[in-house]
């Protein structure tokens, strides 16, 4: 028999709140037998919908709090004044073992300063970054940091490759990911120095195996490695990128579908295979960053997500506890640090 | 009647030169009447290809080299050995006035170490960029850098405005283009310093009217400005992102398609269709990169493109020299110095 597992949701936080949490936890409620949920919010908005599905009720607990995080507020702002908030109360129940992750789809700047006041950062990791899966052909790439850290260096860039290793061997089910840096790929402009430095740490890391270079924006998509790492800034350009020329060419697709009368047919003799192709690019597919790198885990919903998406980011955040992904982490620093602290360094910085 | 119009073409450079090369000029020969062409690379291997294009023969003068740039050149190596190579040649012949715009599909360092030696940078230009035109789904977008500098200050990104509106102008056709600066919008984390600066500097500038403030990656493709400016880092990380999610949309929709015998009969019915949805997607219809920032028009063809595309990039080449593309980069330059030559300075640098 297998163990349970709480996952505390933050039950108010993005544009559906409360419903689409609600909806999104009966949903993970089926494909996740041994899951608790810790439903942290309004017990007045909450219960009512509960008192609708007696099967999720059967394995929830409402945590009650009048308290909540509004999606514009500054992270400064939430921090000072939400700490009865049931965003933060979500992550603290991580902080202090009342459940295995937390599950949010408000405000990514808030939960970001919150979770690290509440879960802190792992030790011998300087900044936590955002880690999500995207499609490619090969079949899902694990990319970070999207987001959390507009600068990087070497170092930075070296732990957020521990951590996407983990993420990988977690939620992939991965047993040696490889891993490959962003960079561009234009003659004599190998790109930045932090990039050339922390590909020489990687060559010298426990990951020298799995490192397997530069990698180029394309090869997000053709799954050329398996774990991209590269700063937030860019991250976070490449992810919304991406987005973006999907949404195009579905946009050009469906134009196509309406030029003739002919192709009006051939749409509905395709809608199956259509319905195949658009799950295949469906954004809540892939719904469900990870901040890595803090002693528990949070995971961070689309705010503007439905069930079925906020279904997938709980099941990101049950993967990750249950394969144990941040003591894969604390593992993989250890042997980093115990090789670093070699008398003599292997690693020399020198261009 | 229209003046006659001289563009040199570096007939050696591309995977598939000097035949695509030949190709191209061929197919743009038709779309535009008043252009000659310097052909300028080995006319044993020219005239042969000549010889059975007699319209394209008439409009063509062939230039005699045995020298070429290779692929795989180091940009150093081609400085210093190509003097009587086919691509420097080519952009000496608009050193010299002799063409208004060289088109090469040869090595992108090579062609840009060379390109700033034998054009030079404007007057008021520190650096020059790599701009392009790509979809959205407004029409066209112009993006620049796209990765001639992996690092740009705000004074950089500025001048790379100043130019993307000037290439707006000419290549689209548009009289107050927007401009946008890419960043990135997760809270609290509003982007890099410099771009923070540049902002200030726009709208202090005479572009201030055009200034949509920031932009992220998904606006490229939703085209919500006419101009998107960034260093050449980002922007080549996000054109290839680009690419690299439009082939992998396109296969999973031909998978799609073989998946079923419905939807094989729904292809058939849709070919005309698709034919037009894959014309709007065709990297060949967006070729052609111009190294702007320079005295002169020098333009960048994808290496492996074919003859439809060489000749896209040099249609590029075309609306650029017709419009008069450097001079309106001169005159902005102009007015912005005049501007900051104000004793009272109103742009402030700080933050």
New interface residues.
Partial sequence: MTARLTIALDVMGGDRAPAIVIDGANIARERFPNVDFLMVGDEQRIEPLLARLPLLRKVSHVLHTDKSVSSDE???TALRNGRRSSMRLALDAVADGRAAAAVSAG????L??MAKLSLRTLPGIDRPAIASII???RGETVMLDL??N??CDAQNLLQFAIMGDAFARAVLGLTNPTIGL?N?G????K??EELRQAAILLRESPLAAQFHGFV???????GSVDVVV?D???G??????????????????R???K??I??R???V??R???T??RN??DPRRYNGAVFVGLNGIAVKSHGGTDGLGFANAIGVAVDMAMHGFIDKIRSQVAVLQATSADPTPAVSLAP
Avoid at 186 to 189: C, G, K, L, N
């Fill in positions: 500054k992270p400064s405000n990514t700047g808030a970001m300063a499609p490619s052909q987001g959390a507009v600068t962003l561009i234009a003659e004599e402009m790109g930045r180029e924006g394309n090869n997000l998509s053709t590269t937030g800034f860019t976070n350009v490449a992810l919304k990128t991406a987005e973006g020329t999907a949404q195009l060419i579905v946009h050009f697709l134009e196509s579908f030029s003739s002919w192709a047919i051939a749409y003799l395709m199956p295979a259509l195949q192709f295949r690019v």
